[in-house]
């Protein structure tokens, strides 16, 4: 039973762990792929920040289709049809300082994949930009970087920054 005047809490994607935020000196995954910086600490994420990010990025990713450099439908999952609470992919999702900043950082990976949970996030080589790094910036509202996975051969897409 729901009480009077409280507010709705957000669902969070399918297949979404939110694990504890890191200590300084983290590695974010970044085996195939760039990251936007160091990790200076960690802080604990909480729903409404995921569910914030989700619609920032179900704006950008499909975005991404009409710049040069991103291929539309060279992927599977295509992140390029990205859409918000997307159940193509599983998140590992955690807060990030950098530059006093607080970031949420998502690591996606596809849904089929089962990643071991005794080693999260999970850090995948290669893969295809189908396995990706979101950051988002909580107190400005938007994604900040994302950057997508190499795969042997190409394709190569590159980091998107705004």
Known sequence: MALAGAAA????P????????????????ACSRATAGPVDGGWEAEDSDV??????????LPALAERDGYGIGTENPDPL??????????RE????TRGGRRILY??????DIMPDQRHL????CDGGPAFFGVEYDVAAGRISHIA????????FWPAYTP
Request: hydrophobic content about 45%; aromatic content about 10%; proline content about 13%.
């Open 81 to 90: 049809t990205y859409r918000m609470n997307d159940p193509r992919w599983q």
């Open 148 to 155: 997508f996975n190499g795969a042997l051969g190409g394709p």
């Open 51 to 60: 569910t914030a990010m989700e619609a920032a990025l179900a704006q950008v």
């Open 14 to 29: 399918p297949k979404t762990t939110v694990l504890a935020g890191p200590s300084a000196g983290f590695q974010l995954p």
């Open 121 to 124: 996030p999970t850090n995948v």
């Open 106 to 111: 998502a690591n996606f990976v596809p849904a």
């Open 93 to 96: 999702i955690f807060g990030i």
């Open 9 to 12: 809490q957000p669902d969070l």
